[in-house]
């Protein structure tokens, strides 16, 4: 079975900056599809960024473009989401799920409903 494991949250002041980690294991199995939601308390979680794994492309949610930025190290199969300018109303639990999708679906956020998800990291910003 693949898991996902992710790292990198934490407390941050406004205005900071973060990186998330998410590391898949067999990353061969996790499907071409890679991405983070966000659930805020007392709220619904929301996509934020996915990225396709073989062409690397990436997409955003509106509200996330130019704010966050996803990317992928293949060597070390990995999938970063690097966290600029936040703010207290970034604090959320951060989930990375990977799945097999098309590029529709990942694009248009429908990877998440087959997606197999982590943990979630913690990011709290004050």
């Known amino acids: 079975d693949v898991q996902l494991v992710e790292s990198g949250g934490g407390s941050v002041q406004a205005g900071g900056s973060l990186r998330l980690s998410c590391a898949a294991s067999?990353?061969?199995?996790?499907?071409?599809?890679i991405g983070w939601t966000r659930q805020a308390p007392g709220k619904e979680r929301e996509a934020v960024t996915s990225?396709?794994?073989?062409?690397?492309?990436?997409y955003y949610t509106d509200d996330f473009r130019g704010h966050f930025i996803i990317s992928q190290d293949k060597a070390k199969k990995m999938v970063y989401l690097q966290m600029f300018n936040l703010k207290p109303e970034d604090t959320a639990m951060y989930y990375c799920?990977?799945?097999?999708?098309?590029?529709?679906?990942?694009?248009?956020?429908?990877?998440?409903?087959?997606?197999?998800w982590g943990q979630g990291t913690q990011v709290t910003v004050s």
């Open positions: 067999p990353y061969s199995d996790a499907g071409n599809c």
């Open positions: 799920g990977a799945t097999a999708a098309t590029g529709a679906e990942c694009y248009s956020g429908s990877w998440a409903l087959k997606a197999i």
């Open positions: 990225i396709l794994i073989g062409g690397g492309m990436r």
